[in-house]
């Protein structure tokens, strides 16, 4: 099942959620949902939003994960009036990655080649954020929002990367 908001502001109508099932220790399922042993939905979207919460895998629980992707990812980006750079980037190279993947020559990569290929592309968003990250510190952005940008915990930014609890700009 997969959801779109009719009449969305420019570039915002390519944005498309659905859920995805959620397996034991919070990993999500493959293939097509309902998946055997998924305990519980969450709400996703094709430029890489996932929300935080998860929903009980319940008959409801694919309507409750598409409430929450249009209330919690698609109602602030409308109210924006267009869909940010960053959306816009993120979901550009999602959509390319994607297509990379599809058209992979799988009978010529070995999947150890695949993997190290995979790994590369972390390396360099997690150099990104790096770099990203030390602006934000001579900025002065604080640890919540530079949580938030990222999709995650403040505490986790902060343990992970030493990014101050409190930031006075310098």
Not at 41 to 48: D, K, P, Q, T
Not at 81 to 89: D, F, K, N, V
Request: with cysteine; glycine share 12%.
């Amino acid at each position: 099942m997969w959801w779109k908001v009719e009449g969305a502001p420019a570039g915002l109508d390519r944005h498309i959620g659905s859920a995805v099932g959620v397996l034991p220790g919070g990993v999500e399922a493959t293939g097509q949902f309902p998946v055997a042993g998924v305990v519980a939905v969450r709400a996703r979207c094709n430029c890489g939003w996932r929300a935080v919460v998860d929903c009980p895998a319940l008959p409801d629980g694919q309507v409750r994960a598409e409430e929450i992707w249009r209330t919690d990812h698609m109602l602030p980006l409308c109210a924006l009036g267009e869909e940010p750079a960053s959306e816009r980037i993120g979901r550009e190279l999602l959509g390319q990655f994607g297509d990379f993947l599809h058209n992979l020559p799988f009978a010529e990569v070995t999947p150890l080649e695949g993997l190290r290929a995979a790994a590369r592309v972390s390396q360099v968003a997690g150099q990104a954020i790096h770099e990203l990250l030390a602006v934000a510190l001579r900025q002065g952005l604080p640890l919540q929002q530079v949580a938030d940008a990222l999709g995650i915990d403040p505490e986790v930014v902060h343990e992970s990367t030493g990014y101050p609890r409190h930031h006075e700009q310098g």
